[in-house]
């Protein structure tokens, strides 16, 4: 069995600061840290003003910051070949390509725009992560908000006061810079997660709050499987089904799905737009209730939960594939409360709620049914709720 370790965070600095050294001739200054996540609930919801609920995984990114004296910017990453140089001015949109645009992309973002501007100094940037990359997991934010919380420590300011700044700007690196439509969830938890909860976030006003899932307590564990299908082959999925909401949203007259009712929906005369809006109005209902049935310790409501979800994702939004319906089946067959599909879809990975002693023998079961239908062996991960990013200066 493959499983994909969170590895020791102290580790993980250490080599990172030894790597930087090597690489730049000094040590960073500061490095900063940021998760990726698990959503339990509320698929393709944030950008139709809905209801999510992820967790931040133990697995995160890490980005070594030391500031330079001139307006030279140097990217480089562990999990990369190749690096990119090039100064401040160069890490807006149409500057930096491929991976390193969602590094940069945050100080051109820290840099400009709304409210009073950081100045954003040049800086050497290099980064490692345990983050799988591609898996619907959030690697992208996790380097996104690992950078920009260290800049923003590099800069002396108190990270607490610049949270919702970091996700705004790392939302702006993803959807300017990168030029991938994001809806804001995965910088979100990133920045504000709290260990040991979820994070309830409304994308109606911006709030969030933690939700305290009561894994311990029930004995329960979130097995995440990666099915290693990259949800890159498909880049234009994510974009269709968006213009799908906003179509359906346009012929229902109302601002966003948020504010669409069942019967409004039902109106539909457009099957695929009717399919769509209808998994985006359950899926909100779907958050609410999650939390409800978490509260209440409620396992058979969450199991039947996490299912009408994946089957909605599946038969009505289609952003399913093969390997993602078997991991979630096989889970169910193998004991788990109950599993879905996670992430943006086409791909990716699947989330699992069960017993805790039923993980290695779900795990087991994915495994050989991967296997018996010629799928890439999978990855697992234990998605032990962790917190949101952090920042260490050096030498501490
Ligand atoms: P996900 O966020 O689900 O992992 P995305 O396609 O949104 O998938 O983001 C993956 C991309 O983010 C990678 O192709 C790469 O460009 C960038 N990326 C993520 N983590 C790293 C890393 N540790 N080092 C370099 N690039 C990374
Ligand atoms: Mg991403």
């Known amino acids: 069995m493959a499983w994909t370790e969170s590895g020791d965070p102290d580790q993980v600095h250490r080599r990172l600061v030894r790597h930087f050294q090597d690489r730049f001739g000094a040590a960073p200054d500061v490095v900063g840290r940021a998760p990726g996540r698990v959503n339990l609930m509320g698929e393709h919801t944030d950008y139709n003003a809905g209801l999510v609920l992820p967790v931040a995984l133990p697995h995160a990114t890490f980005a070594a910051v030391r500031r330079r004296d001139d307006d030279v910017v140097r990217v480089a990453s ?3 070949d190749s690096g990119w140089e090039g100064t401040l001015a160069g890490c807006g949109p149409g500057g930096a390509q491929g991976w390193a645009a969602y590094a940069v992309g945050v100080l051109w973002a820290l840099g400009t725009g709304a409210g009073e501007p950081l100045e954003v100094p040049g800086v050497d940037v290099l980064v490692d992560s345990t983050v799988p990359v591609g898996a619907g997991l959030s690697s992208s934010a996790a380097l996104e908000c690992a950078v920009g919380t260290a800049v923003v420590a590099l800069l002396g300011h108190d990270l607490d006061t610049h949270r919702e ?10 959807t300017e810079v990168v030029g991938a439509p994001t809806g804001g969830m995965d910088q979100t938890v990133a920045m504000l997660a709290e260990a040991g909860a979820a994070l309830l976030v409304d994308f109606a006003d911006g709030s969030s709050r933690a939700v305290d899932l009561g894994l311990a307590a029930s ?15 498909v880049d234009g999925g994510y974009g269709e089904r968006r213009a799908d909401c906003e179509e359906a949203a346009r012929r229902l007259e109302v601002p966003t799905l948020r504010e669409a009712d069942a019967g409004q929906v039902d109106s539909l005369d457009d099957d695929r737009l009717r399919r769509r809006a209808r998994h985006v109005t359950t899926e909100i209902e779907r958050v609410r209730r999650t939390v409800e049935a978490f509260a209440d310790d409620d396992h058979a409501a969450l199991g039947r939960l996490l299912l009408a979800s994946h089957v909605s ?35 990716g990975s699947a989330v699992a709620l069960m017993p805790a002693e039923r993980v290695e023998a779900v795990a087991r079961a994915i495994d050989l049914r991967f296997v018996r239908d010629g799928f890439t062996a999978p990855a697992h991960l234990l998605a032990e709720p962790g917190p949101g990013a952090s920042v260490r200066r050096v030498g501490d």
């Open 78 to 80: 562990l999990q990369q």
């Open 165 to 174: 700044r970091l996700v705004r700007a790392a939302v702006r690196a993803e």
């Open 219 to 233: 004995g329960l564990r979130l097995l995440v499987t990666d099915t290693r299908v990259s949800h890159a082959l």
């Open 313 to 347: 994702m599946r038969d009505d939004f289609e952003i399913s594939c093969p390997e993602l319906d078997t991991a979630v089946e096989t889970a169910v067959e193998a004991g788990a409360v109950g599993a879905r599909m996670t992430g943006g879809g086409f791909g």
